[in-house]
């Protein structure tokens, strides 16, 4: 009898590489069970496609891959038994030209009829599902696995030091891949408008593109206040940087955005943030863990500056209790394990 003890995980991380987090600490949990490749059969081995139990999809419709030889590569593995598991991330894509908006729409409208499961990671998400009459008995919801700190011997002294910064300052941060879709240049329009005594906003991350880096640059010179890091940061200096922080800014705009990596990072590490109204957090706003906004960002801002260090960092202790109760690695492959039965 063949055993189904192989699973397809796409995009598959690969050592080396700048990675997102996020794939590798689900890739780690599958491996515990099972045996993860990073791409397809091909349609000649049959073998292969009777092992395989599951295919995770991650953004496929963004990388210009879902084309006709992939989509027959799906079906035969779906016709050999494996589960289609589409992870709906996002309600459309992020930042995709305007000439190929609806061909990656397209795509995700046949992911969704497609696909065995529908993966959420936040319940207020279900309702943007396309085709959602016929495909919203596919939705399983697994909450998003937390960030473990990549640094147990965080030297904040040394942190602040070197980007200026002193323990008296309110830190507003921002990070992540620097894309327009973060709206980054709204962030600091409303941090510069403000003029708030003893604050500084740092922007650490690495820029899309030369031009959006290029913007950003103009708006922030001759501007002491906002400190500017556009470089890939890896994971330990990351978390230094999240350390010396006392809230966190994510003024996404565009509306595409339904999750975010960036929120669960800041709560695994104990730090509030600054939201717009999106799915993830609609879900998690009883627990009183963050600042949502839906219209002024400025306003948010200003209320988490007065409310101090203090209560901003009582907030952080309990979003990060909030994500070790809920989001954490037993709770995940649980929940995930049960749709590859």
């Given at each position: 009898?063949?055993?189904r003890n192989?699973?397809v995980?796409?995009?598959?991380?690969?050592?080396?590489?700048?990675i997102n987090?996020y794939?590798?600490?689900?890739?780690?949990?599958?491996?515990?069970?099972?045996?993860?490749?990073?791409?397809l059969?091909?349609?000649t081995?049959?073998?292969?496609?009777?092992q395989?139990r599951?295919?995770f999809l991650?953004?496929i419709e963004n990388l210009?891959q879902?084309d006709t030889k992939?989509?027959?590569q799906l079906?035969?593995?779906?016709?050999?038994?494996?589960?289609?598991i589409w992870?709906?991330?996002?309600?459309?894509p992020?930042d995709?030209d305007?000439?190929?908006k609806?061909?990656?729409?397209?795509?995700?409208y046949?992911?969704a009829d497609?696909s065995?499961?529908?993966?959420?990671?936040s319940?207020?998400s279900?309702?943007?599902?396309p085709?959602?009459?016929?495909?919203?008995?596919?939705a399983?919801?697994i909450?998003h696995i937390?960030?473990e700190?990549?640094n147990?011997?965080?030297?904040?002294?040394?942190?602040r030091?070197?980007?200026?910064?002193?323990?008296?300052d309110?830190?507003f941060?921002?990070?992540?891949i620097?894309r327009?879709?973060?709206?980054?240049?709204?962030g600091i329009k409303a941090?510069?408008?403000?003029?708030l005594?003893?604050?500084k906003?740092l922007?650490?991350?690495?820029?899309s593109?030369?031009?959006?880096?290029?913007?950003?640059?103009?708006?922030c010179?001759?501007?002491?206040?906002?400190?500017l890091?556009?470089?890939y940061?890896?994971?330990v200096?990351?978390d230094?940087?999240?350390?010396?922080?006392?809230?966190v800014?994510?003024?996404?705009?565009g509306?595409?955005s339904m999750n975010?990596?960036v929120m669960?990072?800041?709560?695994s590490a104990?730090?509030t943030?600054?939201?717009?109204d999106i799915?993830?957090a609609r879900?998690?706003?009883p627990a009183k863990?963050?600042?949502?906004?839906?219209?002024?960002l400025?306003?948010?801002?200003?209320k988490a500056?007065?409310?101090?260090?203090?209560?901003?960092?009582q907030?952080?202790e309990r979003?990060?209790?909030?994500?070790?109760?809920n989001n954490?690695?037993k709770?995940?492959?649980?929940?995930?394990y049960m749709?590859?039965?």
């Open positions: 009898m063949i055993r192989r699973i995980y796409m995009p598959y991380p690969v050592k080396g590489n700048k987090e794939l590798t600490n689900m890739v780690s949990i599958l491996q515990d069970e099972y045996t993860v490749l990073g791409s059969a091909e349609p081995d049959l073998f292969q496609m009777l395989t599951a295919v991650n953004w210009n879902l992939m989509k027959v079906m035969l593995h779906r016709l050999f038994g494996a589960k289609i992870v709906f991330h996002d309600k459309r992020h995709i305007p000439g190929s609806d061909i990656n729409i397209r795509n995700m046949w992911l497609f065995s499961v529908i993966m959420l990671h319940k207020s279900s309702k943007y599902i085709n959602i009459n016929r495909n919203a008995r596919k399983v919801y909450p937390l960030y700190c990549q147990k011997g965080i030297n904040q002294d040394v942190t030091k070197r980007y200026g910064i002193t323990k008296d309110f830190v941060i921002m990070f992540g620097v327009p879709y973060k709206n980054i240049e709204g941090f510069q408008k403000l003029r005594p003893n604050a906003l922007i650490a991350g690495n820029p593109d030369s031009s959006y880096a290029e913007k950003i640059r103009k708006m010179k001759g501007d002491k206040d906002v400190i890091d556009l470089r940061i890896s994971n200096m990351l230094n940087i999240i350390g010396i922080s006392d809230v800014v994510m003024p996404y705009h509306g595409s975010s990596g669960i990072q800041s709560f104990g730090k943030v600054i939201t717009p799915c993830m879900d998690m706003a863990i963050m600042y949502i906004y839906k219209s002024s400025e306003e948010t801002m200003l500056y007065h409310n101090g260090k203090l209560m901003n960092r907030m952080g979003a990060k209790e909030y994500m070790y109760k954490n690695r709770t995940v492959k649980e929940q995930l749709i590859l039965k």
